[in-house]
């Protein structure tokens, strides 16, 4: 009976900038693994689904938001998005006495009048994921990625940039981008680094206006821009096979394939030719 009254859980949060959090829902705090979970802290795991096989185990945790744990800042700059979950079954009398119950990833959180929902999903959703190739004319690799090759890093691919004023959070102004011609940042990231540590990417609708005035506009407004210290302009890629030859001299590494044939060619009806050369009617 006390290995089944001294148990209790515990959470192990790893977010996206490597922070570790701890939470139990046992009254006192627990310590292994070199992390301290927190008591009552963070929130519990609900509706746990497992299964044997390759199936994917999925789960929902739920809580309190908080300023010394799960906060709203945290969320909504994304820092919970893909973040890694372990849920453990301790005895707290003897927290090396434990046995994992659940661990995957958190594939959605949201936040709402003071508390959070996060959806999990096992380690098993991996499996789901596609292999291989798609035979499609647009490229299927992301700028600046091991298959695609390209160099962000290049000043002639990326450049830090100051505002000159904000139309909108989601219409900023730059100027010193003589360097580069208009459309060059379309389909492109504006990369904004804030001074709490996080840096999120917003990604170009249009990049228009002189090569001295530029109006660059997102898809999404800028999050705190009062907090914002950098911003970092990266140049965008259409998945064209000419983009990717002339912009970016990155022919060799084109992940697509600009002469498959499109569908209409498979519609084509036969003709009949008295022609038996193998050349082309005339």
Request: charged share 20%; proline share 4%.
């Amino acid at each position: 009976m006390s290995q089944i009254t001294t148990f209790c859980h515990a959470w192990v949060i790893v977010k996206t900038n490597n922070q570790k959090l701890g939470f139990t829902d046992h009254d006192r705090p627990l310590s292994f693994d070199g992390l301290t979970f927190k008591p009552q802290a963070g929130g519990h795991t609900v509706a746990l689904q497992q299964s044997s096989g390759l199936s994917i185990d999925n789960t929902e945790a739920i809580g309190v938001l908080s300023d010394d744990a799960i906060s709203e800042r945290d969320i909504k700059f994304g820092l919970y998005d893909g973040a890694e979950v372990q849920s453990w079954r301790v005895n707290w009398q003897n927290p090396s006495d434990r046995y994992m119950e659940f661990r995957g990833t958190i594939s959605e959180i949201t936040q709402k009048d003071g508390a959070f929902h996060a959806e999990l999903q096992g380690i098993a959703v991996g499996l789901n994921r596609p292999i291989g190739r798609v035979y499609q004319k647009p490229c299927s690799a992301v700028l600046g990625t091991e298959h695609c090759g390209v160099d962000l890093g290049d000043e002639a691919f990326s450049t830090a940039v100051t505002p000159l004023e904000s139309r909108t959070a989601s219409c900023l102004m730059f100027d010193g981008l003589t360097r580069f011609a208009s459309g060059w940042f379309s389909n492109g990231l504006l990369e904004v680094t804030y001074d709490h540590g996080a840096t999120k990417c917003y990604p170009v609708k249009n990049d228009t206006g002189t090569t001295s005035n530029r109006k660059i506009d997102l898809w999404h407004p800028v999050l705190e821009p009062d907090h914002a210290v950098t911003y970092r302009l990266i140049a965008g890629c259409d998945k064209r096979f000419t983009t990717c030859s002339a912009k970016f001299k990155n022919a060799l590494n084109f992940q697509g394939f600009p002469d498959i044939p499109s569908q209409d060619w498979m519609l084509i009806h036969p003709t009949q030719s008295s022609e038996k050369s193998g050349g082309t009617r005339r």
